[in-house]
């Protein structure tokens, strides 16, 4: 059994930064790949990042390059997301996922995340 933790969310204005932590425990490989994805209301779970064991593999979702960075703590199996100059289009429910194959690299495909946490809300006012 995988537990997957995430945290960090919360209310800010426009153009304000939050920083989103998970964290993995229990049955899963600290070298699998591991991801943030997101869903605002009646919208479907889009990918935003991904990461794998190391730290120059990185994917990114084109509208949040160069103001959102993943990072990861492989002791510890925990990965950040650090979100800057965020605006109302951000707003959502962020997840992360963790992929069940050790050594995997990060994907935008979500049926490829075997475990997910229950999320954190993220909400931007303009």
């Known amino acids: 059994q995988v537990h997957v933790v995430e945290s960090g969310g919360g209310l800010v204005q426009a153009g304000g930064s939050l920083r989103l932590s998970c964290a993995a425990s229990?049955?899963?490989?600290?070298?699998?790949?591991m991801g943030w994805f997101r869903q605002a209301p009646g919208k479907e779970r889009e990918f935003v990042a991904g990461?794998?064991?190391?730290?120059?593999?990185?994917v990114y979702l084109d509208s949040v390059k160069g103001r959102f960075t993943i990072s990861r703590d492989n002791a510890k199996t925990t990965v950040d997301l650090q979100m800057n100059s965020l605006t109302p289009e951000d707003t959502a429910v962020y997840y992360c996922?963790?992929?069940?194959?050790?050594?995997?690299?990060?994907?935008?495909?979500?049926?490829?995340?075997?475990?997910w946490g229950q999320g954190t809300q993220v909400t931007v006012s303009s």
């Open positions: 229990g049955r899963t490989s600290m070298s699998a790949a």
């Open positions: 990461i794998g064991w190391s730290s120059q593999s990185t």
């Open positions: 996922g963790v992929r069940a194959t050790s050594w995997s690299t990060p994907t935008r495909q979500i049926d490829e995340y075997a475990y």
